[in-house]
């Protein structure tokens, strides 16, 4: 369904619910605003390109998204691959990618993959997740340390051999503002909630290092003057080269942003008992994303630390997202110009809080003590995220987990004589109803457990070629196949004209599945085999091969 949660919850809205929405609104604009200019800064881009980020994109979000609260904008996730983006294809590229991604972030939103995209497996999502945080730690520690170097490696290890090589030129005072604010995001929760640690941390910081005239970089010092102001919308310029060199990165910005916002749009269910459209979702995200990329913006999706803190503090519906982003855009304009003098060093504590956070350590354990394909799939996508790339480790570690599922199907899928075994548990008390039946002579029973697949069917025709002596019936037991693709319906097809050849007649029991039953249809198998020959139970399968044998005039042979 493609109408935005705003429709239905301002049709029974009243003067009470906005107040509440209010509240919520102005405290997740204070705590999105230290968190839209460190995010903007750690991923390469002026510190303005987060706010406009998190007032376009927040504002789309909350008007059109598929979930009540919902808060969107920049998010510590996007750091990566939009630093990337921005060394490689520069600023104009990252726009251009931005752009892309919301279009294709639209297309799967309208092609229903909503549902598809929350199947990610958890210990990738993990994986990366980690590997992110861990990345944003380390781009953080220059910063953090006030260290006097040059410009950071953006290799992992080479940034922390640059680390360890201009140690020695650390700033104290860095230190202890980086130190500062540490402490005080992790622990002002426990005065009060309703003021966000970062902005205290950030007004404590900020104006001890002017008042004091303390010898640390500031956002000033670095990028200048903020301007107080929207820019003017501007439609990047798209060509046939531009959208090769950066389809790639633009889909990992679709597919993480996808993947964010529908889990940050779960947990918002989790907490106030709702269920998103994760469709409209996604078609919200792709808007905010393009419109965030016409005003010069960068990648944004669902917030999950700020939609939790709109919710806790009486936010219901959308209405709180978008004064949120209002909040914001008042704050540019008349005290936008002050965000000059935040230290550095303040912003990089604030950001290895979110790093600590976004580590989810306990999962990481507890991911990395559970089977071992899950481990594999988990450290492959960390090792990958942290020393090479995002997309590679998604790509590569989406393939991983594939393969190592097809690996466990294959190995759950089995294919077994039951001839003899039915025969010795005949009138047996403790047998199956199903199974408590007389197997003529010359009837072979085979059981194909699992689903009949290309990653299993070799198994099917490998047990066939062992049959010493060909039976005048093969029954096919099917009760325990969920499913069957194409190799599934050659392997049957093959098996079935080895048994023609050899004088034998072949019958399908308990098919059950209406997919294998519209599979067999679609491919003419069932006009092959007979469609008295598929029957839905093995009784009646017993019946059938009787049937078949004194039809032929076999049962004398027999």
Known sequence: MYRPKLYDTLRQYDSKQFLKDLMAGLIVGLVALPLAIAFAIASGVSPEKGIYTAIIAG????????????????????????????????IDGLIIATFMAGIMLMAMGFARLGSVIKFIPHPLIVGFTSGIALIILSSQVKDLLGLHMGAVPADFIDKWKSYFHHFQALNGYAVLLGGLTVLIVLFWSKVTRKVPGSLIAILLTTVAAAWLHLPVETIGSKFGAISSSLPRPILPHLDLSTIKNLIQPA?????LGGIESLLSAVVADGMIGGNHRSNMELVAQGAANICSSLFGGIAATGAIARTATNVRNGGRTPVAGMIHSVTLLLILLFFG??????????????????????????HFLSVARGPRSDVVVLMTTFLLTVLVDLTAAIEIGMIVAAFLFLRKMIQYSDVSLLTNALRENENEEDSEPADNVSIPRHVEVFEITGPLFFGAAYKFKDAMRYIEKPPLVLIIRMRKVPLIDATGIKTIREVLHMSTQQGSKMILSEVHSEQILKE???????????????????????????????????????
């Open 59 to 90: 504002f789309v979000i909350s008007a059109l998204g598929g979930s009540r609260v919902q808060i969107g904008g920049p998010t510590g996730a996007f750091i990566v691959i939009v630093y990337d983006i921005v060394q490689t294809h520069g």
């Open 251 to 255: 889909f990992t910005i679709a597919l």
């Open 337 to 362: 110009k002050w965000a000059a003098y935040i230290p550095m060093a303040t912003l990089a504590g604030i950001l290895i809080v979110v790093a600590y956070n976004m580590s989810e350590w306990k």
């Open 520 to 558: 067999l249809k679609d491919s003419r198998l069932l006009f092959a085999l007979g469609k008295a020959n598929v029957t839905d139970t093995f009784q009646e399968a017993i019946e059938r091969s009787i049937a078949v044998m004194a039809e032929s005039k076999l049962e004398g042979r027999a």
